[in-house]
Each structure stands twice: as structure tokens, then as C-alpha cells.
């Protein structure tokens, strides 16, 4: 049984991948609101008018060489010790480039993370995982709802079957080093505040978005969850499903499960729109809890 991590201090320096994308760049800019010295890391030098700004290197993680040299603080005018590092560089979704491809980029990338960082001697990794490890898209009904973390992954798409391994890789390197923590968050669909003027329209067919339960993370809850996590304190190798308390649609969770998924159980009285990637574990050992919902912009 997981036991609630103890409240401890942040790290005081933290290397971001992944640093320019839509989750990067809000988890960046959180972690520097309170309080953390951040380098951002990305293999693309930005150009968005959100770009992450402040200390930046730019580094491709498929070459072990400059993994070790920014987690070492060897890189000119970017020394200093790291303390912890956030991995949430990839190629982020399947589809977007042959499979074979996805998995070369994503499984050296996050192998050369971890290997750099034990190497390093940095014992706090927070690394992105995903939903899809549950089985998206559900395509085959899920084994229960609210879907959790006690069923072993079942990766559908070559983009899963990686995070699934890096579970599985996070595991045996805390295994190697018994001091080492490692938390892989399952984010959920990563949405920004512009993107849920969509959202209503995905009424009309409860079927559009069933393929990962009607589940989101608002950026900035993704980024809280980050900062929890790094504030865990127990070694060993853990998971946590990270999503809104929410669903996207207006119809009730249970609804929504009755009509499209009438033969799943379902486990325990739903709220009325209560998600269906259950956060209960993230709650309850990190701490987290969602603090933006898409009903607040969306009239």
C-alpha cells in the first residue's frame, strides 16, 4: 500500500525537457513562480509568444553525451547543481510519425534522462507517462470505471507500449539505486484555456471523445501535479493518473458510461461529472488537487 509522502521542501534547481511544449511551458512557469531555479530544455529553440524565456539550453536527448553534460551543469553559463529533473520531452502523441520512429526518439530519449541523472547522482525524477497506458483509445471497453492505477498497462499504439517501458524502466533503475525516486505521471489530454471553446460541441456525439473516457488536465493542474510530485519524499518507483476533476462533456458521467459503455462496471457512485480516470491516488499520496475546470470559460 502506498503511504502519503511526508511534506518536504522543493528542489532547489530543476532541469525541464521538454520545456516548449504545451505542458512544458506551463510547468516551467510554475515551478520558477514558486520559488524554483529552472533550466528548460527543449530540442526546439521555441519561438511561441509563450515560450518558456529566462535560462534555456537547447539539447537533443537522444545523445547521451549532452543529457549528461545539462544534468551535470557542464553546459557554458548554465552550471550549478541539479537537484531533481522533470522529463516531459517526446514526441507526444501516436501518429505523428512512422511507429518506429516515435519509439527510437521517445525510449533513447527517456532512457539517456534516467541513465544521466543516476550517473549524476540526482535522486528525484518526475517524468511524463500518459493515459494511453490504460488502454486508449477504448476501443476495448475499459476493465472498470473510473479506470485507476491497479490494472497493469495495457499499451495500444506504439506511442503507449514506449510509456508502458519506461514505467517498467523506472522500476528496475530504482531497483539499481534504492535512494532513487521516480514518479511517472499519466497526464491526460493536455488542454490550455483557448483550446475549451471546443468543448461544447463534443456533446453532440458522446462517441468523439470516448477514447479516453471524456478525460483532460488543464496545463496548469498538469503543472501542480508536477510540483507535488517533486515534493514527494519516499525512494522507489510510483505512478499516478493525472486528470480534472472533470469530464469535458455536459452529460453526466454516468450517462455517458451507461450509453456508451453499458456492460463496464462501474465501481462507485459517480458525481455528476466526475471524472472517469480516477485521481484518487494522486489526491491522496501527492496531495493534488485540481484547481480549474473548463466550465469556468466556456458560457
Same mark, same amino acid.
Given at each position: 500500500?502506498?503511504?502519503?509522502?511526508?511534506?518536504?521542501?522543493?528542489?532547489?534547481?530543476?532541469?525541464?525537457?521538454?520545456?516548449?511544449?504545451?505542458?512544458?511551458?506551463?510547468?516551467? /512557469?510554475?515551478?520558477?513562480?514558486?520559488?524554483?531555479?529552472?533550466?528548460? =530544455?527543449?530540442?526546439?529553440?521555441? &519561438?511561441?509568444?509563450?515560450?518558456?524565456?529566462?535560462? *534555456?539550453?537547447?539539447?537533443?536527448?537522444?545523445?547521451?553525451?549532452?543529457?549528461?553534460?545539462?544534468?551535470?551543469?557542464?553546459?557554458?553559463?548554465?552550471?550549478?547543481? =541539479?537537484?531533481?529533473?522533470?522529463?516531459?520531452?517526446?514526441?507526444?502523441?501516436?501518429?505523428?510519425?512512422?511507429? +518506429?520512429?516515435? *519509439? +527510437?526518439?521517445? #525510449? @533513447? !530519449?527517456?532512457?539517456?534522462?534516467?541513465?544521466?541523472?543516476? !550517473? /549524476?547522482?540526482?535522486?528525484?525524477?518526475?517524468?511524463? %507517462?500518459?493515459?494511453?497506458?490504460?488502454?486508449?483509445?477504448?476501443?476495448?471497453?475499459?476493465?472498470? /470505471?473510473?479506470?485507476?492505477?491497479?490494472?497493469?498497462?495495457?499499451?495500444? @499504439?506504439?506511442? @503507449?507500449?514506449?510509456?508502458?517501458?519506461?514505467?517498467?524502466?523506472?522500476?528496475?533503475?530504482?531497483?539499481?539505486?534504492?535512494?532513487?525516486?521516480?514518479?511517472?505521471?499519466?497526464? %491526460?489530454?493536455?488542454?490550455?484555456?483557448?483550446?475549451? /471553446?471546443?468543448?461544447?460541441?463534443?456533446?453532440?456525439?458522446?462517441?468523439?471523445?470516448?477514447?479516453?473516457?471524456? &478525460?483532460?488536465?488543464?496545463?496548469?493542474?498538469? !503543472?501542480?501535479?508536477?510540483?507535488?510530485?517533486?515534493?514527494?519524499?519516499?525512494?522507489?518507483?510510483?505512478?499516478?493518473?493525472? +486528470?480534472?476533476?472533470?469530464?469535458?462533456? %455536459?452529460?453526466? @458521467?454516468?450517462?455517458?458510461? #451507461?450509453?456508451?459503455?453499458?456492460?463496464?462496471?462501474?465501481?462507485?457512485?459517480?458525481?455528476?461529472?466526475?471524472?472517469?480516470? #480516477?485521481?484518487?491516488?494522486?489526491?491522496?499520496?501527492?496531495?493534488?488537487?485540481?484547481?480549474?475546470?473548463?466550465?469556468?470559460?466556456?458560457?
Amino acid at each position: 500500500m502506498t503511504h502519503p509522502a511526508s511534506v518536504t521542501a522543493l528542489p532547489r534547481r530543476v532541469v525541464v525537457t521538454g520545456a516548449t511544449g504545451k505542458l512544458g511551458r506551463a510547468v516551467v /512557469a510554475h515551478l520558477r513562480d514558486v520559488g524554483v531555479d529552472v533550466l528548460a =530544455v527543449d530540442r526546439a529553440a521555441g &519561438g511561441d509568444p509563450r515560450d518558456v524565456g529566462g535560462e *534555456f539550453l537547447q539539447a537533443d536527448l537522444t545523445d547521451y553525451g549532452q543529457v549528461l553534460e545539462a544534468l551535470l551543469g557542464g553546459a557554458d553559463e548554465h552550471g550549478g547543481t =541539479v537537484d531533481a529533473v522533470v522529463h516531459l520531452a517526446a514526441i507526444p502523441a501516436p501518429g505523428l510519425l512512422p511507429n +518506429a520512429t516515435t *519509439f +527510437a526518439n521517445n #525510449s @533513447s !530519449a527517456t532512457y539517456n534522462v534516467f541513465a544521466a541523472a543516476r !550517473a /549524476a547522482g540526482i535522486k528525484r525524477v518526475v517524468y511524463a %507517462s500518459s493515459e494511453t497506458v490504460l488502454g486508449l483509445p477504448f476501443d476495448t471497453p475499459p476493465p472498470y /470505471a473510473p479506470v485507476d492505477e491497479e490494472y497493469a498497462p495495457r499499451p495500444e @499504439s506504439t506511442y @503507449s507500449l514506449n510509456k508502458a517501458l519506461e514505467e517498467e524502466m523506472a522500476g528496475h533503475f530504482c531497483r539499481w539505486d534504492p535512494e532513487l525516486i521516480m514518479l511517472g505521471l499519466r497526464f %491526460s489530454n493536455v488542454m490550455d484555456v483557448e483550446d475549451y /471553446a471546443q468543448f461544447p460541441s463534443f456533446d453532440a456525439d458522446p462517441r468523439l471523445r470516448r477514447w479516453n473516457l471524456w &478525460g483532460y488536465i488543464d496545463a496548469r493542474d498538469g !503543472a501542480q501535479a508536477v510540483e507535488r510530485a517533486l515534493a514527494y519524499d519516499r525512494p522507489g518507483a510510483e505512478v499516478f493518473i493525472i +486528470a480534472n476533476a472533470d469530464t469535458v462533456m %455536459s452529460r453526466s @458521467s454516468a450517462g455517458l458510461m #451507461s450509453e456508451v459503455y453499458p456492460d463496464v462496471e462501474i465501481r462507485k457512485e459517480l458525481g455528476e461529472h466526475e471524472t472517469l480516470l #480516477s485521481i484518487d491516488k494522486a489526491r491522496r499520496v501527492l496531495g493534488y488537487e485540481p484547481r480549474h475546470t473548463w466550465r469556468n470559460h466556456v458560457r
